[in-house]
């Protein structure tokens, strides 16, 4: 083996397990958003998951991975590499795919495939508990076209933005800011969940069921973003060897300052460490460096991590009071961290990675003068009326034609039952054979105290 080919391995190794930790974090999101949401609708937030996962990883093979890097084509799209062949998916930096020229074009894909999936999730989380099922199947193909574009803009070989130098490394724009700009449309289509505004306008709190699932969701995706980030190199040398490394490092000091900045700030904001706006600061710091962490020095991914968890608090705290109905709080910690995450390499970029990497300028700290802040503010606004547009505009269509909102009494009852018939948590609605409330657990219950499921379970009528 030559050392070209022993390189080209390694990258490969690295690639594919950095690809299969991204896509754990989709076990990330399912706990995140089962846990921030209610017990009635935790069967149908882990289908929604697995569902749109398998859309996109196919729709990305047909077409979406040759809008994004196909050769050919034109700063606005990919021209080549539709539903690739066997000699192209093995081929290392040649036609369709000459970007990629550390790892063959399979483990590129299976790369970038699992971050459109993790933009897919993203959507979802601002649209929970009131879609229609069919919608996941029908704008998660829409939205992987629409993924494909933005990621060829900025990613792309000739993208527009890419040569213009807009600095992304690994998708605070690309998979963070337009999951969350999508989201959005959804939200403001769908409007809120039933009782999340009262009469007067001010919101209820609609807490979620489980803050365990929650923490263990936050800590996957922590995890998985060791493949997010550092994987990004898309080799074990580039720019040098072993420079993943220190991409990992930023990533892990940014995600620590969230936690602090959130916990800080919540304190501060609403008199109290809430755990819920702890966690979202810990996904928002690590949004927010997903675009600077090859970019920047570790005092600056500090200064990057404490920022996203002030702007997760106060902007969760001001989609609530624009009443729009955020269950997740993904437009907070995927969309505001993004642009904080992205606008911040205006002023953070150190020279001498900005050199390395390739990409862009230094920022206006460092004496780069404005024109990377420009650059980036340019990007945000391109990809942010283009996602945001075609996202409502679809699901606009969508509304008008078919509706996407389920009923009244469906919502209320929940989206297990009435979208899969089954319930995730069987036994706190409907008797089961040896579960809670029947013979089998008498012996648990006080002498001449009634069975659990003789008595009514409060807000089970109506949870």
């Given at each position: ?81 539709f ?26 894909y ?11 999730a ?6 929970a ?29 000739n ?8 600095q ?117 710091a ?39 109905d955020?269950p ?44 990377q ?44 039952v ?23 657990h ?22």
């Amino acid at each position: 083996m030559t050392r070209v080919e022993l390189a080209v391995a390694a990258s490969t190794l690295w690639v594919v397990i950095a690809a299969v930790l991204v896509m754990f974090m989709q076990a990330g999101f399912a706990f995140l958003e089962a846990g921030l949401t209610r017990m009635k609708n935790v069967g149908h937030i882990a289908a929604k998951n697995v569902l749109t996962f398998a859309i996109a990883s196919i729709v990305f093979y047909l077409v979406g991975f040759g809008i994004a890097f196909g050769d050919g084509g034109n700063g606005l799209w990919g021209g080549s590499g539709f539903a690739p062949s066997v000699e192209q998916l093995l081929a290392v930096g040649a036609a369709p795919f000459s970007w990629f020229g550390s790892v063959p074009g399979a483990a590129a894909y299976l790369f970038q495939a699992v971050f459109c999936g993790v933009s897919l999730a993203i959507v979802w989380g601002a649209m929970a508990e009131r879609t229609k099922l069919w919608v996941y199947f029908a704008f998660s193909v829409v939205f992987v076209l629409v993924y494909s574009v933005a990621a060829h803009w900025i990613w792309g070989a000739n993208g527009w933005l890419a040569s213009l130098g807009m600095q992304d490394f690994a998708g605070s724009t690309v998979v963070h800011y337009q999951g969350a700009l999508a989201g959005l449309a959804g939200a403001l289509l769908l409007g809120p969940r039933i009782g999340k505004f009262g009469a007067d306008g001010r919101a209820n709190a609609i807490p979620g069921h489980n803050m365990a699932f929650v923490a263990l969701g936050v800590i996957i995706l922590w995890f998985g973003w060791f493949g997010f980030n550092p994987g990004s190199t898309l080799g074990v040398d580039f720019p040098e060897v072993g420079f993943f490394a220190y991409v990992a490092l930023n990533t892990n000091i940014a995600a620590a300052a969230g936690v602090l900045g959130a916990v800080a700030t919540s304190w501060l904001v609403i008199k109290k460490p809430d755990l819920s706006m702890m966690l979202n600061g810990a996904v928002g710091a690590l949004v927010a460096i997903t675009a600077a962490c090859a970019f920047v020095a570790p005092w600056a991914a500090l200064v990057i991590g404490l920022g996203a968890g002030v702007v997760v608090v106060y902007g969760v705290l001001l989609v609530e009071r624009l009443g729009i109905d955020d269950p997740i709080g993904a437009l907070a910690a995927h969309g505001l961290a993004g642009i904080w995450g992205t606008l911040a390499l205006g002023f953070l970029t150190a020279p001498a990675l900005a050199e390395k990497i390739g990409v862009g300028a230094a920022g206006l700290f460092y004496g780069g003068g404005l024109r990377q802040l420009g650059v980036q503010a340019v990007g945000l606004a391109a990809v942010g009326t283009f996602t945001f547009t075609a996202s409502f505009g679809v699901l606009w269509t969508f509304k008008r034609l078919w509706g996407i909102r389920v009923d009244a009494d469906v919502e209320t009852a929940g989206l297990d039952v009435s979208e899969h018939g089954m319930w995730g948590y069987p036994e706190f609605y409907i008797p089961v054979p040896g579960g809670y409330g029947t013979d089998a657990h008498s012996h648990l219950l006080p002498h001449g105290h009634a069975h659990p499921r003789s008595v009514p379970v409060p807000g089970a009528e109506a949870a």
